[in-house]
């Protein structure tokens, strides 16, 4: 019988195989790219990415409504590896990335993130959105085991996911459930520092303000779905904001000295300005419910460019421009299919 790929990254690509462009290149670059497979969620009639260089390609059609999990999800549903992986199209993997992967989950854990490095580091916004969202999962940060994993950077056995059947949209969006509910099952959550990917993060400070709102509006709503929280608890945890506040800035303010961005005092009032947009946020979602937030984060998390600044926007074109020729030269059949 013919052995099948050792890892199936999935990414979304809202404009097809054009807006795939940079994490495919990182992933033809792995190390171990030929025991890798590549699904493409796309809108339908989308040209498909070309397969060179990887395991295999398969293509699942992005909804016109779908949400990030949803999308993730239907790719995750077509996965052929053991090991599967959500490769956002604007985070980058390093060439060591599956590898290191595979190593950690030796098949037998259930979860492993990877760390993230700055791939846009020249402004004090784009650090206070990396280290708003991921700051225990920045590089450099020490390998081991975790309570909780970056959300959209974490790896999972296949079966794992699958068994949530129907409802691995849902956990997908709102990753935290998919590590509370393994944690309560006794399964681990590693962080393994050597796997890194290049992370291209939110650098328009109003962006960045909108899409916060939005993901603790989201977050605050998803604890209560999961829970089935009564209008008590509901009522005490909105006014506990203040403690959560607190809590939350104590985390952030020890992540920030250990990661030590440029300009630290100014990266410290923007992480205050947003964990305070984001707990007033999730207080909404606990009183009020998802509303529309999930469906209008979805820029944010699926088509990064349009969320940088100038800057960035002209330097992640140059590096796109670098890639694109790089695929002209090694495989021909990569210019059609962008």
Same mark, same amino acid.
């Given at each position: #019988?013919?052995?099948?790929?050792? &890892?199936?990254?999935?990414?979304?690509?809202?404009?097809?195989?054009?807006?795939?462009?940079?994490?495919?290149?990182?992933?033809?670059?792995?190390?171990? @790219?030929?025991?890798?497979?590549?699904?493409?969620?796309?809108?339908?009639?989308?040209?498909?990415?070309?397969?060179?260089?990887?395991?295999?390609?398969?293509?699942?059609?992005?909804?016109?409504?779908?949400?990030?999990?949803? @999308?993730?999800?239907?790719?995750?549903?077509?996965?052929?590896?053991?090991?599967?992986?959500?490769?956002?199209?604007?985070?980058?993997?390093?060439?060591?990335?599956?590898?290191?992967?595979? /190593?950690? +989950?030796?098949?037998?854990?259930?979860?492993?993130?990877?760390?993230?490095?700055?791939?846009?580091?020249?402004?004090?916004?784009?650090?206070?959105?990396?280290?708003? /969202?991921?700051?225990?999962?920045?590089?450099?940060?020490?390998?081991?085991?975790?309570?909780?994993?970056?959300? +959209?950077?974490?790896?999972?056995?296949?079966?794992?996911?699958?068994?949530?059947? /129907?409802?691995?949209? %849902? #956990?997908?969006?709102?990753?935290?459930?998919? +590590?509370?509910?393994?944690?309560?099952?006794? %399964?681990?959550?590693?962080?393994?520092?050597?796997?890194?990917?290049? +992370?291209?993060?939110?650098?328009?400070?109003?962006?960045?303000?909108?899409?916060?709102?939005?993901?603790?509006?989201?977050?605050?709503?998803? *604890?209560?779905?999961? $829970?089935?929280?009564?209008?008590?608890?509901?009522?005490?945890?909105?006014?506990?904001?203040?403690?959560?506040?607190?809590?939350? &800035?104590?985390?952030? $303010?020890?992540?920030?000295?250990?990661? *030590?961005?440029?300009?630290?005092?100014?990266?410290?009032? #923007?992480?205050?300005?947003?964990?305070?947009?984001?707990?007033?946020?999730?207080?909404? $979602?606990?009183?009020?419910?998802?509303?529309?937030?999930?469906? *209008?984060?979805?820029?944010?998390?699926?088509?990064?460019? $349009?969320?940088?600044?100038?800057?960035?926007?002209?330097?992640?074109?140059? %590096?796109?421009?670098?890639?694109?020729?790089? %695929?002209?030269?090694?495989?021909?059949?990569?210019?059609?299919?962008?």
């Amino acid at each position: #019988m013919a052995r099948g790929p050792d &890892l199936t990254a999935v990414t979304v690509g809202v404009r097809g195989a054009a807006s795939l462009l940079g994490v495919l290149a990182a992933l033809r670059r792995q190390t171990i @790219a030929e025991r890798v497979e590549v699904v493409a969620v796309i809108p339908p009639g989308a040209q498909p990415p070309s397969p060179d260089g990887f395991f295999g390609v398969r293509v699942a059609e992005l909804g016109e409504a779908d949400t990030t999990g949803a @999308a993730i999800a239907r790719g995750v549903k077509l996965a052929g590896a053991p090991v599967v992986a959500y490769s956002e199209e604007h985070s980058w993997p390093e060439a060591e990335w599956a590898e290191r992967l595979l /190593d950690a +989950h030796d098949g037998r854990r259930a979860a492993v993130a990877w760390t993230l490095v700055n791939a846009n580091p020249g402004s004090s916004t784009s650090w206070t959105h990396l280290i708003s /969202d991921f700051s225990h999962a920045v590089d450099p940060t020490p390998p081991g085991l975790r309570r909780t994993l970056p959300w +959209h950077h974490t790896s999972y056995r296949s079966e794992v996911l699958l068994a949530y059947g /129907d409802e691995l949209g %849902e #956990m997908l969006e709102v990753e935290w459930r998919v +590590h509370a509910d393994l944690l309560k099952r006794g %399964e681990a959550l590693y962080l393994e520092a050597a796997a890194r990917s290049r +992370h291209w993060n939110i650098s328009r400070l109003p962006a960045q303000v909108v899409t916060e709102a939005r993901g603790g509006r989201t977050f605050g709503a998803s *604890r209560v779905a999961a $829970g089935r929280w009564s209008a008590i608890r509901r009522t005490i945890y909105a006014l506990a904001a203040p403690l959560i506040f607190l809590l939350r &800035l104590r985390v952030a $303010g020890a992540d920030l000295r250990r990661i *030590r961005p440029p300009h630290p005092l100014r990266v410290g009032a #923007m992480l205050s300005l947003l964990l305070t947009v984001s707990t007033l946020a999730e207080v909404s $979602g606990y009183l009020f419910g998802f509303g529309d937030a999930r469906r *209008r984060r979805t820029g944010a998390e699926l088509d990064r460019a $349009g969320y940088l600044n100038g800057a960035d926007r002209r330097a992640w074109a140059t %590096e796109l421009d670098r890639l694109a020729d790089l %695929e002209r030269r090694s495989i021909p059949s990569a210019t059609a299919a962008s």
